[in-house]
């Protein structure tokens, strides 16, 4: 290497960082120095740091907050997510595979639905009227049915990319060796699908317990309320308390942080799939 | 995504290896598909085609009375309503473009050997995962006309101090730059994937002769990063069409109606009761996104180069 180029190297490299510092970091370091603050320091909005670090304070303040209702959003936010990722990776898996592996005249008809249910957006009232003809309107699992529906398109698609690289004839040895296609599927072809299972696990995870639009929607109530909505309500109910706002905001930013800091892989992997064959 | 190639793939289904001797019980059971149609009916299909009916109604969920379209009249002759009616345009394009220039830029800048590159990478990607709630929030707080640290600084230094989200010529555009700011972390990915892997080879090739660095992104890297291209514009694209949540967390798409698109109309018409209303919101904003999505889906498969 060149000693120019070196030099390039390190005068791009330092700019790009102290412009990440300004563009990504500061908006960060803002969330946790409030969080810290007393509500009087908080409302001023500045990037003062606080006179005394209230941080465990403010932890349990906001969680005692309105009855505790941020720790049965936690709880409700944890039940949405994990069931109806569980329901997207069996379904999609199985269509997925089954899409792959035979061809039928159907199969345009079903890519065509795999697609629309990418591309369109979902009709919200009518959903609600499906929903309470049904008679579980307002309930978590209709969350869960309707969560599990919209993210299933993608899913798919994940699962149906991956199933193409694993070769057709560990199907027919296992036929051979006098497994249906029950056993085929569940013991031969599942346990191969272990990395796409777990991009889109973490994948979807993440957008459904960061999901906004569809709890407002399908979860009413103060019973139902996810993490995203305890944190919407919070703004509107107390503007005077921005410190435990904060706090809030801080609290639900940790769980992705976590899958993202052990799943940074697999997110990637699923995020870019596509990206090199289209 | 893998969605670029769909109709390139059914098209070209290849026959299978035990061509017409097929056993009568295929070991791909058919029935793997109906848990998934199941919820797909039940809770995607049938709202979507019910809601071409109750567009066309006055509906209190419990009773619709038929009022052939004076809801999409009302839609269009309505200032406040049509102004979302363009805004999810102009909102969609602005950050799909944004996106596409600012990942492109990132994308070439984190695949060369600058230092700092994985911090870099991570820092740019994290955005992705957070509450855009929580995104929308902050950014409010920071761009607070009066308090917010970012017009503090501008005063310092005599510039301008612009109400990001309280004037009503600016508000959109501030939401657009967050959603960038937020969601160019997942463009600036897919772009690297589709740079790394380009054959070593023809970039050499290039150089060898005499290719300048503008002449090698020009010819070889840009088109050969087509895929990925595609890719980020049709994800950006449908997000942008259907964007809520980052626009109701930091305005509700005021100040007045200045930053209201179509899903944020369909949440306020729903809020007050309109549902007939709102749900011909959820029409046009379906016609909306399939009018720009399938001509754009098709010309980006049209293009697409083959390594």
């Known amino acids: 290497m ?19 510092v300004f563009v990504f970091l500061v908006p960060f370091a803002f969330v946790v120095i409030q969080a810290a603050k007393s509500p009087a320091e908080a409302s001023s909005m500045n990037f003062d740091l606080p006179a ?24 409700n936010s944890t039940i949405l997510t994990i069931t109806s990722v569980i329901v997207m990776v069996v379904f999609a898996a199985m269509v997925g595979y089954v899409l792959q592996r035979k061809r039928t005249r159907w199969n345009p008809w079903i890519n065509f639905f795999v697609l629309a249910g990418l591309i369109v957006p979902p009709a919200v009232v009518p959903t609600i ?125 940790i769980p992705p942080l976590v899958l993202y800091i052990f799943f940074n892989r697999q997110i990637v992997a699923g995020l870019t799939s596509g990206a090199v064959k289209g | 995504m893998t969605t670029i190639n769909i109709p390139v793939q059914s098209v070209s289904a290849p026959p299978r290896p035990d061509g017409r001797a097929r056993k009568a019980r295929s070991i791909y059971p058919s029935w793997f598909y109906i848990p998934a149609i199941a919820l797909y009916v039940v809770f995607f299909a049938v709202p979507t085609f019910a809601s071409f009916y109750f567009s066309l109604t006055r509906w209190s969920l419990f009773d619709a009375t038929f009022i052939g379209f004076d809801n999409f009249v009302t839609f269009f002759q309505n200032p406040q309503l049509f102004n979302g009616f363009i805004h999810t345009f102009e909102y969609g394009f602005v950050t799909s473009g944004a996106k596409v220039v600012l990942g492109l830029a990132l994308a070439l800048l984190l695949t060369s050997p600058v230092i700092g590159r994985g911090y870099l990478r991570a820092v740019v990607f994290f955005p992705v995962l957070v509450s855009t709630i929580g995104v929308g929030f902050v950014f409010k707080s920071l761009l607070d006309p009066f308090h917010g640290v970012v017009n503090a600084v501008l005063g310092v230094l005599h510039l301008p101090q612009p109400g990001w989200f309280t004037d009503p010529n600016m508000a959109l555009w501030t939401i657009a730059g967050v959603d960038v700011w937020k969601g160019v972390g997942i463009a600036t990915l897919i772009f690297m994937a589709g740079i790394v892997a380009i054959p070593q080879e ?77 749900t011909a919101g959820n029409v046009i904003l379906f016609l909306v996104v399939t009018a720009i999505m399938v001509p754009v889906s098709r010309f980006i498969n049209r293009r697409e180069v083959e390594l």
């Not at chain 1, 060149?2 to 990440?20: D, K, P």
């Not at chain 1, 509107?236 to 435990?244: P, T």
């Open chain 2, 202 to 278: 023809y970039i050499e090739a290039a150089r060898m002769d005499g290719a300048s660095s503008w002449r090698l992104f020009r010819s070889v890297i840009l088109p050969l990063s087509r895929p990925a291209m595609g890719t980020v514009i049709i994800l950006s694209l449908i997000g942008g069409l259907r964007s809520f949540d980052i626009i109701w967390a930091t305005t509700n798409g005021g100040p007045g109606f200045a930053s209201d698109v179509i899903a944020s109309v369909i949440y306020k018409q729903y809020q007050a009761g309109f549902f007939g209303l709102s």
């Open chain 1, 2 to 20: 060149s000693r120019r180029t070196r030099i390039q190297r390190w005068v791009v490299g330092i700019t790009a960082i102290l412009a990440s």
């Open chain 1, 129 to 253: 009227w499906v929903l309470q003809g049904l008679g579980i309107f307002k309930t978590l699992f209709s969350g869960v049915l309707v969560e599990a529906t919209f993210g299933l398109s993608f899913s798919i698609l994940l699962f149906r990319a991956f199933v193409a690289t694993i070769p057709r004839e560990l199907d027919e040895a296992a036929t051979i060796d006098g497994a249906g296609p029950i056993r085929l599927f569940f013991r031969v072809v599942l346990p191969l699908l272990r990395p796409v299972i777990v991009t889109v696990i973490v994948v979807q995870s993440v957008a459904v317990f960061n999901d906004f639009q569809n709890p407002l929607y399908f979860l009413p109530g103060n019973d139902l309320a996810t993490v995203q909505l305890t944190l919407y309500n919070f703004q509107s109910q107390s503007l005077s308390q921005f410190n435990l706002l904060f706090m809030d905001i801080l609290l639900i930013t």
């Open chain 1, 52 to 75: 005394h670090w209230l941080f465990f304070d403010n932890l349990v303040a906001v969680l005692q907050s309105n009855d505790g209702i941020i720790v049965t959003a936690f709880i």
